[in-house]
C-alpha cells in the first residue's frame, strides 16, 4: 500500500498480516500437523487413534459495528442475523481446510453493551444462529448450537462483539493437511459473489475481513458526530470515516452500501461436502482466502514452491468501490481483502474440472486460476490486469 495508507492502517490500529499474533503463538503446540489451516489434536475425548479433535474460535470482527449502525438508521433488525453468520462461517470454512465437514458443535459468545445493545438484538443473533444452522441442515451439514455466553461489558465493549467456538471429531483418514501440495497442482478459485443456490439474496463477496478498513474508507465522516460510539475515541480524526457513501446509496448491484459492507459470509459448506463425497483422495489443500486474502496460502505451503495465479475471477465490484475510495494499492488489495474468490483447492488439473462442476450445481462460479511451481523460497505471485504482485 501507499505510505499515506499504510499510515491509516497504523493508526487505526489494525493490521493485514497480524504480526505481533503469529509471533505471540510461534512457540506453541502446532498440533499434529503443523501445515494444516486448523490445528488438529489427537482423539482426546474418544482416544481412538484413527479419529482426531478439532475446536476453532472466531467471529464477525468490527462489522457488527456496520450492523448497529446500519439497524440504528434504518431500523432494520434483520442485519443481526448476517453478524451471526458471519460469526459461524468464519468457524466452519475454516475447519472445511481440514476436510473437516460435520457433525460440528457450536458455542456463541457475545460482549454488549446493554445500554445501546437492546435484548430484540440479541434475540435475532442468537436465534439467527438457530436459524443459519436448520437451513445448512437441508444441505447435509448438521451443526449444533451448545449455548454460550452473552455478558453485559460495557466498559470494555462500546457497542457489540459477535464471535463463536466450533469444534469436530473426524476420522483422521479424511484429513487434509496442506501437506500434498506440490508443483504440477493447480488452484481453483471458487467466488465469493453472486447469490449461491443456498442463499437468499445477492452476495457481495465482502466476508469478514478488512471492515475497519471499507468502513472508514467508504463512509462520510457525518457517521463519526452521530455515532460516536462506532469509532475508538483515540484515533486521530484523519483517519476517521474518510469516504463519500452513505449506507443506503445505491449501488450498481441489487444491495445498497450497507448491504455490501454487510453481506453475510458465504459459507462453502455444501460445496466442499460434495466435493469430499467425488473426490476427498484428490485434494492436496484448501484454504479459505480471509486475512491475507490471496496471499493467504503462503503460510500453508509445505516447502519452497511458488504458487502463481494468473487467471483469477472478476473483481467484484465492491472491492473497486473500496479500493477507489481508499487509494489503496492493487498489492495491498490483494492482500487484505479476498478480491471475490475466497476459497481455493488445490488439486490436480483432470479433478479441477471436477470441482468446477460440482460448484457450478450451487450457482457459485468457479474456474482455474493459477497453478503450482518448483521455487527457491515460498511464494505467492498474482498475475493480474491491475499488475504483477509477489508475497514472500
Not at 457513501?245 to 449501488?251: F, G, L
Not at 473500496?322 to 488489495?333: F, L, Y
Request: net charge negative; hydrophobic share 40%; glycine share 8%.
Amino acid at each position: 500500500m501507499t505510505p499515506d495508507i499504510n499510515n491509516r492502517y497504523s493508526k487505526r490500529g489494525v493490521s493485514a498480516q497480524k504480526e505481533d499474533v503469529h509471533k505471540a503463538v510461534a512457540m506453541l503446540d502446532k498440533g499434529l500437523f503443523p501445515n494444516a489451516f486448523c490445528k488438529i489434536y489427537p482423539d482426546y475425548w474418544g482416544n481412538d487413534p484413527e479419529f482426531c479433535n478439532l475446536m476453532h474460535a472466531d467471529g464477525a470482527g468490527t462489522k457488527s459495528i456496520l450492523a448497529y449502525m446500519y439497524w440504528k438508521e434504518t431500523g432494520d433488525l434483520s442485519v443481526w442475523k448476517g453478524i451471526a453468520i458471519d460469526s459461524i462461517v468464519m468457524n466452519i470454512d475454516d475447519m472445511l481446510c481440514v476436510g473437516a465437514t460435520g457433525p460440528f458443535t457450536y458455542s456463541s459468545t457475545i460482549g454488549r453493551n446493554k445500554n445501546l445493545i437492546p435484548g430484540e438484538v440479541i434475540s435475532a443473533i442468537i436465534n439467527g444462529t438457530q436459524e443459519y444452522f436448520d437451513r445448512l441442515k437441508e444441505f447435509g451439514i448438521e451443526s449444533y448450537l451448545m449455548g454460550g455466553e452473552t455478558a453485559d461489558v460495557g466498559d470494555v465493549v462500546r457497542t457489540v462483539i459477535v464471535d463463536g467456538t466450533m469444534a469436530c471429531r473426524m476420522k483422521r483418514s479424511k484429513l487434509i493437511t496442506s501437506e500434498k501440495i506440490q508443483a504440477g497442482d493447480v488452484v481453483v478459485s471458487l467466488a465469493s459473489y453472486g447469490q449461491a443456490s443456498y442463499e437468499d439474496e445477492y452476495n457481495s463477496g465482502m466476508g469478514s475481513n478488512g471492515l475497519t478498513s471499507a468502513r472508514h474508507e467508504m463512509l462520510k465522516k457525518d457517521y463519526a458526530i452521530r455515532f460516536p460510539e462506532s469509532v475508538d475515541p483515540n484515533l486521530p480524526v484523519d483517519v476517521v470515516y474518510n469516504g463519500k457513501y452513505s449506507m443506503t446509496d445505491a449501488t450498481e448491484t441489487p444491495l445498497n452500501i450497507g448491504k455490501m459492507l454487510l453481506s453475510p459470509t458465504r459459507t462453502y459448506a455444501p460445496v466442499v461436502l460434495s466435493i469430499m463425497e467425488e473426490l476427498s483422495d484428490k485434494i492436496h489443500g484448501i484454504i479459505h482466502c480471509s486475512g491475507g486474502g490471496q496471499s493467504k496460502c503462503l503460510h500453508y505451503l509445505p516447502g519452497p514452491v511458488r504458487v502463481v495465479k494468473n487467471n483469477l475471477l472478476p473483481i467484484p465490484p465492491l472491492f473497486k468501490m473500496i479500493q477507489d475510495s481508499a487509494g489503496t494499492s492493487w498489492h495491498e488489495m490483494y492482500q487484505v481483502f479476498n478480491m471475490g474468490q475466497r476459497l481455493e483447492l488445490f488439486t490436480d488439473k483432470d479433478s479441477a474440472e471436477a470441482i468446477v462442476r460440482i460448484a457450478a450445481a450451487f450457482h457459485i462460479d468457479a474456474q482455474v486460476s493459477g497453478y503450482v511451481e518448483a521455487a527457491a523460497r515460498k511464494e505467492v505471485v498474482i498475475e493480474s490486469d491491475k499488475g504483477r504482485f509477489v508475497y514472500s
